[in-house]
């Protein structure tokens, strides 16, 4: 058998790739797989009316989808290419995209406030300063971690006058109302059950310090199907302008997928979800940015690294959505 050197082959390769036959086969998508959580209402409501199935059902392309249980579980899945579009906090897509995750920003799905400072009914933590010492329950690579990071720094402290205690959001709930830690770094809708099943204290909010809910793709998926993922946003549109429409329909579907009771997830939806939002511009820019230079002075982000031009990098605000 004739053997190739691996130039040539490359060579040959390279060629090849310019023909139609390859370029279809480059083209001819099967599946979607995108993520759904329940820090993002309007993803459940999207799967649960199969609406991308229906969008691309024509195309024979298959839907997948794919639980996040947090911001650092999405981001981890893009990295390694399980999932092409995950939903995030604007701050944990930021600082993944600093340490090389190779995603873009791309829609607005919610304007929340789904992240405090908690501890128990009973607790004397009243302040970020009392946590000096304590220990603390926290999802690294999250906005509540995040928040956490920017608090201390508010308080002239840092993670090393806490404890951190990593654990899952759903799993810190449970570490606090336990006992177990001292405070937790909440994220909604455990945060909202702690509340009002537990009588778990919310000791710090900052509405403002919450950075969006962004949704992400893969920047190797938005360049080879750009059309596909302009049209996973006008669904993602859809969605949000009937969650928007009908409250009623939205609880219904959030109740079916967590079991909540009703009280828990009007806290969360109603109190600390705006959902009016769906192009990334100057508000959001402006809250990552904020959110990424605090981290650079916390120290968490190299004092060397050009924050804005990350996050240029890091949002494209070019895929066109349907106008409202």
């Known amino acids: ?4 050197s691996r130039r040539a082959f490359a060579a040959l390769l390279a060629v090849s790739t310019f023909l139609p036959g390859a370029a279809l086969a480059a083209d001819a998508l099967k599946e979607i797989r995108i993520d759904w959580a329940t820090y993002n209402p309007v993803s459940m409501v999207l799967k649960q009316k199969g609406l991308l199935e229906k969008e691309f059902a024509k195309d024979g392309i298959s ?3 794919v639980q996040s249980a947090g911001s650092n579980k999405a981001l981890e899945f893009l990295n390694a290419g399980s999932i092409d579009l995950g939903s995030t906090a604007g701050s944990a897509a930021l600082v993944a995209r600093i340490n090389g995750n ?3 920003s791309i829609y607005v799905y919610s304007r929340p406030e789904w992240t405090a400072l908690v501890t128990t009914k009973d607790s004397k933590i009243a302040s970020v300063a009392d946590l000096k010492g304590k220990r603390v329950a926290v999802t690294r690579g999250t906005d509540p ?12 402290l840092t993670e090393k006058d ?11 709930k449970t570490a606090l109302i336990r006992g177990d830690v001292d405070a937790w770094a909440g ?3 455990m945060m909202a059950q702690a509340e009002v099943e537990e009588g778990a204290k919310l000791f710090y909010r900052k509405a ?7 949704l992400n793709v893969r920047e190797a998926f938005l360049k080879a199907h750009p059309d596909i993922v302009r049209r996973v946003l006008a669904t993602y549109e859809e969605a949000r302008k009937y969650s928007l429409a009908n409250y009623d329909e939205l609880k219904k579907t959030f109740i079916a997928v967590t079991k909540l009771p009703d009280a828990v997830v009007d806290k969360q939806l109603k109190e600390r979800t705006e959902l009016t939002h769906s192009r ?3 508000p959001q820019r402006e809250s990552i940015l904020a959110a990424g230079l605090a981290l650079q002075q916390a120290g968490v982000i190299d004092a060397k690294t050009d924050v804005k031009a990350a996050l240029d990098a890091l949002i494209d605000d070019q895929v066109p959505l349907p106008s409202n």
């Open 1 to 4: 058998m004739h053997k190739f």
């Open 63 to 65: 839907i997948v989808w």
């Open 102 to 104: 190779p995603i873009k």
């Open 145 to 156: 971690h995040i928040f956490l990071v920017r608090a201390l720094l508010g308080a002239g």
């Open 162 to 172: 806490i404890t951190p205690v990593l654990l899952q959001h759903a799993d810190g």
């Open 187 to 189: 994220l909604d809708p």
């Open 208 to 214: 403002d310090a919450n950075t969006w809910g962004i």
């Open 280 to 282: 990334i511009g100057a």
